[in-house]
């Protein structure tokens, strides 16, 4: 099979690559590397079945696939907020231009969607058929309504056209890969836990979060890329165990051995209170759940980063 990953330098998109190659398929990976790394895929780049392209996939771009694997987005905070009209491009056209490939070839386009479409949510767990509570005007707007606008598109071209598009909506991935400068909780946590600086706690620490290890992640993105129908709707993906921001720190301050203290700082505009999956649909279509509880995905991605600082 001939897979083509947006993002392959990027954290998910990385190991996204190493699966497929792994399975014997041929890979290309494109990126622009505006948050991703070449040293993501410094072993993808060994195998003679991987071709990696820079590029920007605001721009159409044209190659002979069998499946599309369309990741290529900034998915922190810090990072889309900084440039945040290209966040929105890169969500919306980006999309565009991938459908149209997977038009053109007649590929299947699994999209990676995020659990940013539910917004600030007012039901917990968040089922598929919730529409969310967005501020399409706030500072994470370009990211929030840049990915629930990809939706659309896609849910339009499968209309339309009858294309074969499936949707994930992913949960706080975490695990190795992810960037020092990430800017997202697990990596800032255990960043300023490993340095023994001083974690930053935004808000009282009582909102909360789900956490699914990659590995887990991606075993349900590739489930979802060879299940021989496509699904009517997106599919959540993530790890249904919630727990708050201030448990969260302990965990991180135990397994690193740490001496960091908590600073306390106000809590960003329009930042979610609470996010956790429902994920029947997933246990149902794909037979998938998490098997990596927290506690070990936290001690493995505590020593990659102790590897790379």
Aim: charged share 20%.
């Amino acid at each position: 099979m001939r897979v083509l990953i947006t993002g392959a330098a990027g954290f998910i998109g990385s190991h996204l690559t190493e699966r497929f190659l792994n399975a014997g398929e041929t890979v290309i990976g494109i990126d622009n590397l505006s948050t991703g790394s070449l040293v993501n895929l410094e072993t993808a780049m060994q195998n003679p079945n991987f071709t990696f392209v820079e590029w920007d996939v605001t721009s159409p771009y044209n190659f002979d696939v069998d499946l599309i694997l369309n990741f290529a987005c900034p998915a922190s905070p810090v990072h889309y907020q900084r440039t945040p009209i290209q966040t929105l491009l890169t969500s919306l056209l980006g999309t565009i231009n991938a459908l149209d490939l997977a038009l053109k070839n007649g590929a299947v386009l699994v999209h990676a969607s995020t659990s940013e479409v539910y917004g600030d949510p007012d039901v917990s767990p968040q089922p598929e058929s919730y529409s969310g509570k967005v501020n399409p005007i706030g500072p994470r707007a370009c990211y929030d309504e840049g990915k629930r606008a990809a939706e659309t598109a896609i849910y339009d071209y499968i209309r339309i056209h009858g294309l074969d598009a499936r949707v994930v909506r992913i949960f706080n991935t975490y695990g190795p890969r992810m960037a020092v400068n990430d800017g997202r909780v697990v990596s800032n946590f255990i960043v300023s836990a490993l340095t023994n600086q001083p974690i930053s706690m935004y808000g009282d620490g009582s909102q909360s979060r789900s956490f699914c290890y990659v590995d887990d992640t991606v075993e349900a993105i590739i489930r979802m890329s060879k299940l021989e129908f496509r699904p009517e709707s997106p599919v959540n993906v993530g790890n249904p165990n919630e727990i708050s921001m201030m448990t969260l720190s302990s965990y991180v301050l135990r397994i690193c051995n740490s001496d960091s203290t908590l600073i306390s700082l106000p809590l960003p505009i329009d930042d979610p209170k609470q996010r956790c999956p429902e994920i029947s649909l997933a246990k149902k279509l794909l037979n998938w759940t998490p098997s990596v509880d927290l506690e070990e995905g936290l001690k493995k991605t505590s020593d990659y980063f102790r590897s790379v600082l």
